[in-house]
């Protein structure tokens, strides 16, 4: 198996943050080297391609010292509103035009994007859109499934669950609670609801 991956589109965004961190005094080069391993801190020195891969357990290290250093006093808040922010700059880059277009409602609009975006961004996990079956309830919620997801850590789940409820958000008009759970070590449901 390859090693999990995620994309440079959304890798870059850590490293950048993490850059400025230091640029403004915000972590030390002490500090720095007790989070990251050599490896981890090679990538602080290239340039981070949108389309190259980068390990998962990389942009973990990176975003847990971001949590530690920026996250207080609501690391949870911290990492949804990273999300909110990561999501937003793809749908502003133009990658997500069909958002706009979808004609399957809110549900299907959020689905369509964030399983495309799971198979682009992740080199692992399989993202499955979930509707209820009748309608009343298919118009107030709808859930993803991810399998084969044991990669993604809890910071990284919080920063995806922030992403949803960005996009659900936008397609519903009007504001959506997302939640999301691990039953299994290797699977994840993240729940979208209309409030």
């Known amino acids: 198996m390859s090693v999990p991956s995620i994309k440079g589109v959304a890798f870059k965004g ?14 030390s080069d002490a500090e720095l080297g007790a ?9 602080l020195e290239e340039q981070i391609s949108p389309g190259f891969w980068y390990p998962m357990e990389t942009y973990d290290r990176i975003l847990a010292l971001l949590v530690e250093k920026e996250g207080a006093p609501d690391g949870v808040a911290y990492l949804h509103a990273r999300g909110e922010r990561a999501m937003k700059r793809m749908l502003d880059m133009g990658l997500y035009r069909q958002f706009e277009t979808i004609e399957e409602g809110w549900g299907g609009r959020v689905g369509a994007v964030m ?10 996990a399989h993202w499955e859109f979930q509707r209820p079956d009748d309608e009343e309830s298919a118009a107030r919620q709808f859930a993803i499934e991810l399998r084969e997801a044991q990669a993604f850590s809890e910071n990284a789940l919080r920063t995806i669950e922030g992403a949803i ?8 008009n009007g504001p959506v609670d997302v939640t999301a759970e691990r039953p299994t070590r290797d699977r994840i449901r993240i729940e979208a609801k209309r409030r």
Do not use: K, P
């Open 14 to 27: 850590v490293v950048e943050d993490l850059e400025a961190l230091r640029a403004c005094g915000g972590v």
């Open 35 to 43: 989070a990251l391993s050599a490896a981890d801190r090679a990538y």
């Open 115 to 124: 399983t495309s975006l799971g198979d682009a961004v992740y080199n692992f």
């Open 165 to 172: 409820a960005m996009l659900a958000a936008r397609a519903a």
